[in-house]
């Protein structure tokens, strides 16, 4: 049987790096991790890189989402960042963003950084530039205001740059054909 090798250990002279990985022919096609046939044409040239393609594997649970369902995540994720919480005895809400940004300087970037990604997934609904550009204004102002100590984190709380990005995101996708 020829595929004995697969099922038994070979001797150490014969297990080198180059007979394992580039000595033979492989024995039967190369298959992928989600089970397709890789070419042989791909696998005699050399190594031109690594990339990742997630537009095309299960790797990306996003990927085959609608625009009305990717709307719908970003409102959640801007509702958890912004109105989340109400603060006992009043009715005043406020989100994970103000927690983090009690962290100086550090909380105020990493809340930034999240309003900066939901500003990059509207550009990548289609927004244009004139809508991103009032959005990045609105986290251009919190994150600037926030980062006075106080008075920035009660800003913060009570500007919602989140809320008001998912506003303009809708409004503008409300006026657009579907």
Same mark, same amino acid.
């Given at each position: 049987?020829?595929?004995?090798d697969?099922?038994?250990?070979?001797? *150490?002279?014969?297990?080198?790096?180059?007979?394992?990985?580039?000595?033979?022919?492989?024995?039967?096609? !190369?298959i992928?991790?989600?089970?397709?046939?890789?070419? %042989?044409?791909?696998?005699?040239?050399?190594?031109?890189?690594?990339?990742?393609?997630?537009?095309?594997?299960?790797?990306?649970?996003?990927? @085959?989402? @609608?625009?009305?369902?990717?709307?719908? #995540?970003?409102?959640?994720?801007?509702?958890?960042?912004?109105? *989340? &919480?109400?603060?006992?005895?009043?009715n005043?809400?406020?989100?994970?963003?103000?927690?983090?940004?009690?962290?100086? !300087?550090?909380?105020?970037? !990493? %809340?930034?950084?999240?309003?900066?990604?939901?500003?990059?997934?509207?550009?990548?609904?289609?927004?244009p530039?004139? !809508?991103? @550009?009032?959005?990045? %204004?609105?986290?251009?102002?919190?994150?600037?205001?926030?980062?006075?100590?106080?008075?920035?984190?009660? &800003?913060?709380?009570?500007? #919602?740059?989140?809320?008001?990005n998912?506003?303009?995101?809708?409004?503008?996708?409300e006026?657009?054909? #579907?």
């Open positions: 049987m020829q595929n004995d697969i099922y038994f250990r070979k001797p *150490a002279h014969a297990r080198t790096a180059g007979a394992a990985f580039g000595g033979g022919q492989p024995h039967g096609p !190369v992928d991790q989600e089970g397709r046939e890789i070419p %042989a044409d791909p696998l005699n040239g050399s190594f031109q890189g690594f990339r990742f393609d997630f537009g095309h594997s299960s790797a990306n649970p996003f990927g @085959t989402l @609608t625009r009305e369902q990717r709307l719908a #995540r970003l409102d959640a994720i801007a509702r958890l960042l912004d109105i *989340a &919480f109400i603060l006992p005895g009043t005043i809400r406020y989100g994970i963003d103000g927690i983090i940004r009690l962290i100086p !300087v550090v909380g105020d970037l !990493v %809340a930034s950084a999240f309003s900066l990604w939901l500003v990059r997934e509207a550009r990548s609904l289609g927004a530039w004139h !809508v991103t @550009t009032r959005m990045l %204004a609105n986290v251009a102002l919190e994150g600037t205001v926030g980062m006075v100590p106080v008075a920035g984190d009660a &800003f913060d709380v009570l500007f #919602r740059a989140n809320m008001r998912m506003r303009l995101l809708r409004r503008w996708m006026r657009q054909p #579907r």
